[in-house]
Every structure is written in structure tokens, then in C-alpha cells.
């Protein structure tokens, strides 16, 4: 069986924007994918692109758009051909250094700032928050942006994840109190204490069949190998030394891992431990309090 043919190989114009897209789910692309790169390519909104459809392409906007169809096509997230991504109300810039930031992440940050609100009302408005593996600053920079009373700090392993923060925190004109380049605790000042610890860690197993179609994004930020569970025990297990007296561990989790993160908590002295749900349903988030007057082990 042959091959289906191009619709756009015997084009001799740049195609109409009416055709762009046609091309775009030839090539497997899905609606919302398709309108968000032709609307970042040209500057405009979905609403722009359905009345204008009959517009063609110039030559080099064709050539750029066949770039793209061939890079979504083979998994390229959307967000690295267009360099950004809406989070949280915020317009990040994205690159391959980091992971792709999800909707589904939206939920640990609605979360934190629930917590950001108890926290003063109890008279503490200045909370201090710490985002361990920051990555595009996703997670920081929602909670900066959104309490601007709250003093917000961000860590990561890699220093191009960190500069990629860095660079979105000074696009978007917040200021973090500090950033942190290193493995999860390893860089903290000694003695140094927050009342809410937040993390989207990499979680995802090791031998994960979903892992090949996410290839061009940075594995490390992905999957600590093995069952997944490394970096969520590291951080559970260290997070009551650095946490104040009824602080807060947040965390993101896979689907099925909402279990073994309730267990780690739990192991780890913390308590009201809960699970919350992401926007399709699932068990995403996981987080625990830790418990006043007690002190927990370096």
C-alpha cells in the first residue's frame, strides 16, 4: 500500500491558512496543537486564524511551518518549536533544558496557594516557600506572582534549567529571594527553614513505555530510572529538618504512585497527609504537614 500523498507537494503557492492546517493533521497533528503553532507563527489568535483561513503563507512562513510539522511529528513538544508556554496565567519561555510545564502542575500550585492563605491568616503573610527542582520556574513563579507577599526561593540541579528560570523570572519582573543550584538538599544554607516545600521531582519509572515519546525532552528531569520513587523519597524523607513547625511538603506524583508517596509521608512523621486529584481525574499531588513542636532528622 502506497504512502498517502503530500497535499502540499503539488502546491505551487504558499498554501492558505485553511490549508496549513489541513496539512497539519495529515501529519498527525490534533486540532489544538495545530492552531496554537499556526497561531505562533504568524502572531495570532485562534479567533484571528478561523476568519482569516483564505490568507496564504508566505515562503518563508511556509518553510518555517513545514519545519514544525516535521519536528511536532516526531514528538517535539509544541511549547519547544513556539519557546513558550502558557502556566498559571504566565507566559514562560521553554526550551529543551526543561521539562514541557503540564496543566495537570497547576494543581500543586492552586494548592500552595491555599496553604500561602492559612498561613496569613495565622499572621504569617511572608511566608517563606522553596520549589525544589524548579526547571522553568514554572512552580515558583506562579506562587511569586500570585503572593507577592510570600518570599519565594527556587532550587535546581542543572544550571541551564537554572538560567532558564532565571531568564523567565527577569522577563516577568518577579524576584525570588534565592536560587539554588545543586541535588535537593545538598545546596540548602545549613539551619535555613521554610513553611511550605513544593516539588514536581521526576517520577516516572525508569522502564516506562511512555518514556521513548518523550525523548526531546531532558531525561534527568523525567525519570530518576528504576521504580520512579528515588527523588520522592529523598524528599520526603528530608523535607521535616527543613521545614518550620506546621510547615507544608507538597509534591507531584505519577497517576499510581499516590499510595507509596501517602506511605512516605507518613513514615516521615508527617501528618493530614492527602492526596489531590489532577484536571483529568487522577491522583497527582500529594502533600503532608509537619508537626508542630516536633523536629525532624537531618
Known sequence: MSAPADPAAARPAGPTLAEALHDARHAGLDRVDAHALLGALLGRDRAWLIAHDDQRLDAVQTGRWADWLRRRADGVPVAYLTG?????????????????????????????????????????????????????????????????????????????????????????????????????????????????LLSNPPYIAGDDPHLPALRHEPRLALTPEGDGLDALRVLAAGARARLEPDGWLLLEHGWDQGPAVRALLQAAGFTDVATREDLGGQPRCTGGRSPAGTTGAS
Open 84 to 196: 513558550t508556554r502558557e502556566f498559571h496565567g504566565l507566559r514562560l519561555q521553554v526550551g529543551p533544558a526543561v521539562l514541557d510545564p503540564r496543566p495537570d502542575t497547576e494543581v500543586l500550585v492552586d494548592w500552595a496557594l491555599e496553604r500561602l492563605d492559612a498561613l496569613a491568616a495565622a499572621g504569617q503573610p511572608q511566608a517563606r516557600v522553596l520549589d525544589l527542582g524548579t526547571g522553568s520556574g514554572a512552580i515558583a513563579l506562579s506562587v511569586a506572582h500570585a503572593r507577592p507577599a510570600a518570599t519565594v526561593s527556587a532550587s535546581d540541579l542543572s544550571p541551564d534549567a537554572l538560567a532558564q528560570a532565571q531568564a523567565n523570572a527577569q522577563a516577568l519582573g518577579l524576584r525570588l529571594q534565592a536560587w539554588y543550584q545543586g541535588p535537593w538538599w545538598d545546596p540548602l544554607p545549613q539551619g535555613e527553614r521554610w513553611h511550605l
